[in-house]
């Protein structure tokens, strides 16, 4: 069972990057599946979670309007659309999955569940 997250790099603020978790050893569409991030100094960060059952998307509220989850089970991969990034949108990317639902309140995303994670990708927003 492996995830892997790609599609980070370097963009300028305002700038846009879409990034992949891609599953091998086990199909996605049984789990749901949450994008994390990490700054350096900070703690984890929720951004977003996609169901398995109906597909709903739960975004974060610090980046509700910008960024966006999508999955395609054809191709065994969720992907994590940014949009209007920002210098505060720098971080190491995680996907992780979760056997059971997304948990989100109060506009957070929480990490509860999540079993299997991925090696994360770099986001880098600077100019």
């Known amino acids: 069972v492996q995830l892997q997250a790609s599609g980070g790099g370097l963009v300028q603020p305002g700038g846009s990057l879409r990034l992949s978790c891609a599953a091998s050893?086990?199909?996605?569409?049984?789990?749901?599946i949450g994008w994390f991030r990490q700054a350096p100094g900070k703690e984890r960060e929720g951004v977003s979670c996609?169901?398995?059952?109906?597909?709903?998307?739960y975004i974060a509220d610090s980046v509700k309007g910008r960024f966006t989850i999508s999955r395609d089970n054809a191709k065994n991969t969720v992907y994590l659309q940014m949009n209007s990034l920002k210098p505060e949108d720098t971080a190491v990317y995680y996907c992780?999955?979760?056997?059971?639902?997304?948990?989100?309140?109060?506009?957070?995303?929480?990490?509860?569940?999540?079993?299997?994670w991925g090696k994360g990708t770099q986001v880098t927003v600077s100019s």
């Open positions: 992780a999955s979760a056997g059971g639902p997304c948990y989100y309140s109060d506009g957070v995303v929480q990490d509860y569940g999540m079993d299997y």
């Open positions: 050893g086990f199909t996605l569409d049984y789990y749901a």
């Open positions: 996609i169901s398995s059952n109906d597909g709903s998307g």
